[in-house]
């Protein structure tokens, strides 16, 4: 009765927010970056892989050097560091996402020069670790905030912890691209453009065009990525590979993003996706991958581990419902998968459900109860 109730639900639940023309249309309030960073030394990029590129570049390490790196990583993060000249080391992450702290302070870190922390979906989680590591070893630390553009821990802004920082304005406002680089050591090179100085430089014709036809498309379908994944990217914007990869820099965003930026009301999202994510908390406890939900965490999505993962998120499709995944096996980098086999078991059991601000109370609720309907018909995948 209650699935033939929910079946009947018009509207798909995406994985992100879906925009307004208010958002797009209205003029700029003002600068962008200043609405989100409160850092002089902010460069932007067209995607937070290469915002990695030139973060490794700004620290102008020895040949050799290492980045301590968790191995359960997106390759987008991988690969650019090594394009730059980094070499990495991954260390072991345990099946609950979690690090061993004592086993990683016993490592051979003889050549490693910086550690690599990820906010990991926007939850600040074992910070307060990463940052007694890095000082006890010595290490500078490279913050990725690109889930976390707006969390804080201890009432700052993450990314202002660090040595240097990197952050996706995709994965957390719905806007295509961007990616911004933060330098917080005064000893780094900062061979960048002041964006505010230059707020207009980058390939900007093409990109406007490019996103206007996007942005119309999304408005007429209302909510981002419903036809799954990265496909509906591709569809519309052949060539958003192209754009995420592009390394000149700086790259100003495009004026519709900007324009978005400003618009958006960003106490409105903090509280709606924190309560987006108590509701899943309150409901779905025993398969959360997480177990709380720190004051200052604005999280992008809601992890849950499950069997039979492909399976399972095949049927929350079946009911609108549209998760993604912080990270399958195939965007693990290189050789991790065999050195790392906790790493693959938690590739293969992760799920991320949508809990951005467009999604209501209502949809929430939905969600969590086809979840918990499929989690007591079928047993293999609790
Ligand atoms: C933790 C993390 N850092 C960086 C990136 C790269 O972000 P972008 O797509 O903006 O290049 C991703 C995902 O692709 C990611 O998950």
């Known amino acids: 009765m209650l699935i033939k109730m929910m079946i009947s639900k018009k509207r798909k639940l995406g994985k992100m927010p879906g925009i307004s023309s208010k958002l797009v249309e209205t003029g700029l309030k003002s600068n962008w970056a200043h609405n989100l ?76 020069k910086v550690f690599l922390w990820v906010h990991f979906l926007g939850l600040a989680g074992d910070f307060s670790e990463a940052l007694k590591f890095c000082k006890s070893k010595r290490l500078y630390l490279l913050e990725d905030c690109s889930h976390a553009l707006l969390t804080t821990y201890k009432n700052k802004t993450v990314g202002s912890f660090g040595d240097v920082a ?37 390939d900007k014709a093409r990109q406007d065009g490019e996103r206007l036809e996007y942005f119309n498309y999304l408005r007429s379908i209302q909510s981002w990525q419903v036809n799954g994944g990265d496909l509906l990217y591709k569809e519309v914007l052949p060539n958003i590979d192209f754009i995420l990869n592009d390394k000149r820099f700086p790259y100003e965003l495009d004026q519709i993003s900007q324009n978005i930026i400003n618009n958006i009301d960003f106490c409105d999202l903090k509280r709606k996706v924190r309560r987006n994510f108590k509701i899943y908390f309150k409901h779905l406890k025993p398969i959360s991958l997480f177990n709380k939900l720190d004051t200052g965490d604005v999280p992008i999505g809601f992890p849950v581990i499950v069997k039979n993962r492909d399976a399972f998120r095949s049927e929350l499709e079946r009911h609108d419902i549209l998760p993604t995944c912080h990270w399958p096996d195939y965007l693990l980098p290189d050789g991790v998968a065999k050195q790392f086999p906790d790493t693959l078991k938690l590739a293969n059991s992760i799920l991320t459900l949508p809990c951005h601000q467009d999604l209501s109370t209502e949809d929430i609720t939905y969600a969590c109860e086809v979840i918990k309907n499929l989690l007591l018909e079928e047993k293999n995948y609790a």
């Open 166 to 202: 990197c952050f996706s304005l995709r994965k957390c406002l719905p806007v295509l691209g961007g990616g911004v680089l933060q330098i917080n050591n005064p000893k780094f090179n900062k061979p960048f453009l002041n964006i505010n100085k230059n707020p207009q430089v980058g």
């Open 37 to 112: 960073f409160h850092s002089k030394f902010v460069y932007p990029f067209s995607s937070a892989r290469s915002s990695l590129f030139y973060a490794w570049k700004s620290m102008n390490l020895p040949k050799g050097d290492e980045i301590l790196i968790p191995s359960f990583i997106c390759n987008s993060v991988s690969e650019p560091l090594i394009e730059a000249g980094a070499k990495i080391k991954y260390f072991k992450v345990l099946p609950d996402g979690n690090y061993d702290w004592e086993e990683l302070a016993s490592l051979d870190l003889s050549n490693v």
